[in-house]
């Protein structure tokens, strides 16, 4: 491929709003230009490393017997409501209406659409498992968009969907898939750290998410020093820190009995704490989350008897559309709101509105607390249990209660862990320190369960011939998000460092002037190398050396060769190759330099796997 033929417009400077070194390359390099917030178009040297993470992805998925199919992006809402995410999903999924007036969603996701494809097609167990997979747009409109495609509002995702008769089924496919995804990023150069996740929006039980170390990652993972656990903050669990009672609702033996104290002008826990000369573990901290889309049964929830429920299809679960809970917590703890929205299977939690808290408490923000509220049911952290001698808001302005004892003057009407983990907390499984690193999720694979497949009615018969439903996985990954962060790890100040395996060329030929003899070595050395499979580019451009060679560094081709004059006429002719990212070039007779590029060029992807 001729330089002058193509089209890669680099740049001398990224835009303004490109932040982050895989933004600022991409752009600068000529590889993508931004159409509008969120939303992008690859040029030609773009798509070339595109498509190589894309058929990296598509050959492990094969590899794996998961069978490639391509459906349409657009699928009519009908589907989702069936599922009850038409309501769940929120402003995040983009619904139109087709000129017939129907429903319709641009996908953000498809566990729907494949499930109805399965569904129609399924009949007997002797089909099963079955995984399928699609490499294809998505859409989300994400509040802000950032960091170039890291996170845009339309990108492509690798997304797979695996049925099963059985748990073990699903299992053995899990294990395959993380196998799958483990090789996928090992090939694309990437060093990435399974951590355990939340299930998040999509339900169900195992989940695992493939991090990549960044400082800009948007998540906050918990390692452990001792051993190999890894989770995400959304997800860590620690050992406790107390000594867990026994028989947490047995009251203890010696408490003081529940004691009202005017406490003026005190209500942060810190203005507390001085106040009454103790710690903010001897505080059971009350806080009111609002919560969005709750399918937790609250039927004999305190305060919930006349809560809307939506029911989206017969078979699938009650939503709430809203629902208010009091969230207890050690003092000197916070609670994570993911764990918190998956204990109470919620879309979404927020503090609540301080009128809400004022109408729902009867007291002003900061007096809130567990002993006699009737209006809210109160979830507690397991830290609370315990708790026999504390001190927490009396539902009153300016008044706590002392010798708060859990189990004796109140009882949670959910116990649950939602404390957020923090450096130094103790590992969960060894009892190790634990650390933090920031994160970015490249991939995701998921133990769905029923999730789908029971609402939408999914069944196929049994080797009894009985009806049963089938239990789903889902899995998936971020193409250009993999693109981005394979340009984080592998830069230098020059540019892009491309590994082998993605590189849009592997090697660029740089003719000093593209003239007389140098024009014929350089075509004889580029049509030697893609006669062996190796993908070059000549930068033919009527263009100063320096220029040229600002572009090979910044597009970041692996191997550089540089063809001049004056290496043509040594005693044996010659060239200079250069591997990107190294300080020396060689110098290569021209008769060896086919033979031995292609050679470094098939050992590096062999490296690579
Ligand atoms: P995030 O937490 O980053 O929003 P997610 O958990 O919502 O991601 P999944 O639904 O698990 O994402 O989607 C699978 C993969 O799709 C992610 O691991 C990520 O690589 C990619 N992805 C998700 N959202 C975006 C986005 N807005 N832009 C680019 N890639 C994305
Ligand atoms: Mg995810």
Same mark, same amino acid.
């Given at each position: 491929?001729?330089?002058?033929?193509?089209?890669?417009?680099?740049?001398?400077?990224?835009?303004?709003?490109?932040?982050?070194?895989?933004?600022?390359?991409?752009?600068?390099?000529?590889?993508?230009?931004?159409?509008?917030?969120?939303?992008?178009?690859?040029?030609?040297?773009?798509?070339?490393?595109?498509?190589?993470?894309?058929?990296?992805?598509?050959?492990?998925?094969?590899?794996?017997?998961?069978?490639?199919?391509?459906?349409?992006?657009?699928?009519?809402?009908?589907?989702?409501?069936?599922?009850?995410?038409?309501?769940?999903?929120?402003?995040?999924?983009?619904?139109?209406?087709?000129?017939?007036?129907?429903?319709?969603?641009?996908?953000?996701?498809?566990?729907?659409?494949?499930?109805?494809?399965?569904?129609?097609?399924?009949?007997?167990?002797?089909?099963?498992?079955?995984?399928?997979?699609?490499?294809?747009?998505?859409?989300?409109?994400?509040?802000?968009?950032?960091?170039?495609?890291?996170?845009?509002?339309?990108?492509?995702?690798?997304?797979?969907?695996?049925?099963?008769?059985?748990?073990?089924?699903?299992?053995?496919?899990?294990?395959?898939?993380?196998?799958?995804?483990?090789?996928?990023?090992?090939?694309?150069?990437?060093?990435?750290?399974?951590?355990?996740?939340?299930?998040?929006?999509?339900?169900?039980?195992?989940?695992?998410?493939?991090?990549?170390?960044?400082?800009?990652?948007?998540?906050?993972?918990?390692?452990?020093?001792?051993?190999?656990?890894?989770?995400?903050?959304?997800?860590?669990?620690?050992?406790?820190?107390?000594?867990?009672?026994?028989?947490?609702?047995?009251?203890?033996?010696?408490?003081?009995?529940?004691?009202?104290?005017?406490?003026?002008?005190?209500?942060?826990?810190?203005?507390?704490?001085?106040?009454?000369?103790?710690?903010?573990?001897?505080?059971?901290?009350?806080?009111?989350?609002?919560?969005?889309?709750?399918?937790?049964?609250?039927?004999? %929830?305190?305060?919930? %008897?006349?809560?809307?429920?939506?029911?989206?299809?017969?078979?699938?679960?009650?939503?709430?559309?809203?629902?208010?809970?009091?969230?207890?917590?050690?003092?000197?703890?916070?609670?994570?709101?993911?764990?918190?929205?998956?204990?109470?299977?919620?879309?979404?939690?927020?503090? %609540?509105?301080?009128?809400?808290?004022?109408?729902?408490?009867?007291?002003?923000?900061?007096?809130?607390?567990?002993?006699?509220?009737?209006?809210?049911?109160?979830?507690?952290?397991?830290?609370?249990?315990?708790?026999?001698?504390?001190?927490?808001?009396?539902?009153?302005?300016?008044?706590?209660?002392?010798?708060?004892?859990?189990?004796?003057?109140?009882?949670?009407?959910?116990?649950?862990?939602?404390?957020?983990?923090?450096?130094?907390?103790?590992?969960?499984?060894?009892?190790?320190?634990?650390?933090?690193?920031?994160?970015?999720?490249?991939?995701?694979?998921?133990?769905?369960?029923?999730?789908?497949?029971?609402?939408?009615?999914?069944?196929?018969?049994?080797?009894?011939?009985?009806?049963?439903?089938?239990?789903?996985?889902?899995?998936?990954?971020?193409?250009?998000?993999?693109?981005?962060?394979?340009?984080?790890?592998?830069?230098?100040?020059?540019?892009?460092?491309?590994?082998?395996?993605?590189?849009?060329?592997?090697?660029?030929?740089?003719?000093?002037?593209?003239?007389?003899?140098?024009?014929?070595?350089?075509?004889?050395?580029?049509?030697?190398?893609?006669?062996?499979?190796?993908?070059?580019?000549?930068?033919?451009?009527?263009?100063?050396?320096?220029?040229?060679?600002?572009?090979?560094?910044?597009?970041?081709?692996?191997?550089?060769?540089?063809?001049?004059?004056?290496?043509?006429?040594?005693?044996?002719?010659?060239?200079?190759?250069?591997?990107?990212?190294?300080?020396?070039?060689?110098?290569?007779?021209?008769?060896?330099?086919?033979?031995?590029?292609?050679?470094?060029?098939?050992?590096?992807?062999?490296?690579?796997?």
């Amino acid at each position: 491929m001729k330089f002058s033929q193509t089209f890669i417009p680099t740049l001398r400077e990224a835009p303004a709003d490109a932040v982050i070194v895989s933004h600022r390359l991409m752009f600068r390099s000529g590889m993508l230009r931004k159409l509008a917030n969120g939303l992008f178009t690859y040029l030609p040297l773009g798509l070339l490393a595109f498509r190589k993470v894309e058929n990296i992805i598509r050959e492990e998925m094969n590899a794996i017997g998961s069978l490639e199919i391509k459906p349409s992006v657009v699928a009519p809402g009908e589907l989702w409501k069936e599922s009850g995410r038409w309501e769940s999903m929120g402003d995040s999924m983009l619904r139109v209406k087709n000129r017939a007036g129907a429903d319709m969603v641009v996908s953000p996701t498809a566990e729907e659409m494949v499930t109805g494809i399965v569904r129609d097609e399924l009949s007997s167990y002797k089909q099963l498992p079955l995984s399928i997979y699609q490499i294809n747009v998505k859409y989300r409109d994400e509040i802000r968009p950032r960091y170039g495609v890291m996170r845009g509002r339309e990108f492509t995702m690798k997304d797979a969907y695996s049925y099963h008769v059985d748990e073990q089924s699903l299992d053995e496919t899990y294990q395959k898939m993380g196998t799958a995804y483990r090789r996928i990023f090992k090939r694309c150069g990437l060093a990435v750290l399974p951590v355990r996740a939340d299930s998040g929006a999509m339900g169900g039980s195992g989940s695992e998410e493939f991090m990549v170390e960044s400082e800009i990652g948007d998540n906050t993972l918990l390692l452990c020093r001792e051993c190999d656990y890894a989770a995400n903050v959304e997800k860590a669990g620690c050992k406790p820190d107390y000594d867990a009672p026994a028989d947490a609702l047995a009251p203890a033996a010696d408490a003081a009995p529940l004691e009202k104290i005017p406490t003026p002008a005190a209500r942060t826990i810190a203005e507390l704490c001085a106040f009454l000369k103790t710690d903010a573990k001897t505080f059971v901290k009350t806080l009111i989350y609002r919560a969005v889309n709750v399918e937790l049964d609250l039927s004999n %929830a305190p305060g919930c %008897a006349l809560l809307k429920r939506v029911r989206p299809a017969p078979d699938a679960p009650a939503v709430y559309a809203e629902a208010f809970f009091a969230v207890c917590i050690r003092g000197d703890l916070d609670v994570n709101e993911a764990k918190l929205a998956a204990a109470l299977k919620a879309g979404e939690v927020s503090l %609540a509105s301080d009128a809400d808290v004022e109408r729902l408490t009867g007291a002003p923000v900061g007096f809130a607390g567990p002993v006699g509220l009737a209006s809210l049911p109160v979830v507690a952290d397991e830290t609370t249990a315990a708790l026999k001698d504390a001190v927490a808001g009396a539902l009153e302005k300016d008044v706590h209660y002392r010798h708060v004892a859990y189990g004796r003057d109140f009882a949670p009407w959910l116990a649950a862990d939602v404390r957020t983990v923090k450096a130094g907390d103790r590992c969960p499984v060894c009892g190790g320190e634990m650390y933090e690193k920031k994160g970015n999720e490249l991939g995701h694979i998921f133990k769905l369960g029923y999730k789908y497949t029971k609402p939408m009615n999914a069944r196929f018969l049994d080797e009894n011939g009985a009806s049963q439903t089938p239990v789903m996985g889902s899995y998936g990954i971020g193409v250009d998000r993999t693109l981005a962060s394979i340009i984080e790890e592998h830069h230098d100040d020059a540019g892009i460092v491309w590994p082998m395996s993605v590189a849009p060329f592997h090697v660029v030929i740089v003719p000093i002037k593209y003239e007389g003899a140098v024009k014929s070595a350089t075509d004889a050395i580029a049509a030697g190398l893609e006669k062996s499979g190796v993908e070059t580019l000549v930068d033919d451009r009527n263009e100063r050396a320096g220029v040229k060679f600002n572009d090979a560094d910044l597009t970041g081709i692996p191997f550089r060769i540089v063809v001049g004059e004056k290496n043509l006429a040594l005693e044996t002719p010659s060239v200079e190759v250069k591997r990107r990212g190294e300080e020396e070039a060689k110098r290569m007779p021209v008769d060896a330099v086919v033979q031995e590029t292609a050679g470094m060029v098939f050992d590096e992807l062999m490296r690579l796997g």
